[in-house]
T-cell receptor, first 114, second 113 residues
Framework: GAVVSQHPSWVICKSGTSVKIECRSL??????MFWYRQFPKQSLMLMAT?????????EQGVEKDKFLINHASLTLSTLTVTSAHPEDSSFYIC??????????FGPGTRLTVL | GENVEQHPSTLSVQEGDSAVIKCTYS??????FPWYKQELGKRPQLIID?????GEKKDQRIAVTLNKTAKHFSLHITETQPEDSAVYFC????????????FGTGTRLLVSP
């Protein structure tokens, strides 16, 4: 399957600051990437679908102005959490769509907002 | 939209026993059903998947069965080992291009030596 990396693996920031998370597809040209959020002991919740060269598609209830997604190349998508607050603390995971509709996940980024 | 229910939420077995996790889905158009294993603090890893043209698929100690009429699918793990302990998620999607996955709520499997 596709090899996916994320950076950083963990980040601590102050309330009100912005944090950028990178998702890279290392061996596969990904026209589509997905961003998920996972709270402790909960399932993965899709936040948005990131499309290379076009605007992301956000799920209902996800604020597009707060969670900025940029997918400028076939190997990189970024998620920026703007004006982060403690309730944004979570595990953020990206995935890359494979050729057979499967998804391969990055290692995740643990965000803690103080 | 699609809704996926997963049971049980926790499952404790003895090493060597079998474990079965069941999921039901609501969208009759869904035809791709993967299972993921997630260890604490790590990424979900695809362990097996099945598409609607197949009723059962096996990979060593892991098998998945699908009943499209009843809209449910199950994960079967035989001869469980302590390293099988993890959270398992089922998911469903339509098999058309890059369709989003809808995940179940997860099952925490604990295999005791």
């Amino acid at each position: 399957g596709a090899v996916v990396s994320q950076h950083p693996s963990w980040v601590i920031c102050k309330s009100g600051t912005s944090v950028k998370i990178e998702c890279r597809s290392l061996d596969f040209q990904a026209t589509t990437m997905f961003w998920y959020r996972q709270f402790p002991k909960q399932s993965l919740m899709l936040m948005a679908t990131s499309n290379e060269g076009s605007k992301a598609t956000y799920e209902q209830g996800v604020e597009k102005d707060k969670f900025l997604i940029n997918h400028a190349s076939l190997t990189l998508s970024t998620l920026t959490v703007t004006s982060a607050h403690p309730e944004d603390s979570s595990f953020y995971i990206c995935s890359v769509g494979g050729s057979l509709n499967e998804q391969f996940f990055g290692p995740g980024t643990r965000l803690t907002v103080l | 939209g699609e809704n996926v229910e997963q049971h049980p939420s926790t499952l404790s077995v003895q090493e060597g026993d079998s474990a079965v996790i069941k999921c039901t889905y609501s969208d009759s158009a869904s035809n791709y059903f993967p299972w993921y294993k997630q260890e604490l603090g790590k990424r979900p890893q695809l362990i097996i998947d099945i598409r609607s043209n197949v009723g059962e698929k096996k990979d060593q100690r892991i098998a998945v069965t699908l009943n499209k009429t009843a809209k449910h699918f199950s994960l079967h793990i035989t001869e469980t080992q302590p390293e099988d302990s993890a959270v398992y998620f089922c998911a469903a999607s339509r098999d058309l291009g890059f369709q989003k996955l809808v995940f179940g709520t997860g099952t925490r499997l604990l295999v005791s030596p």
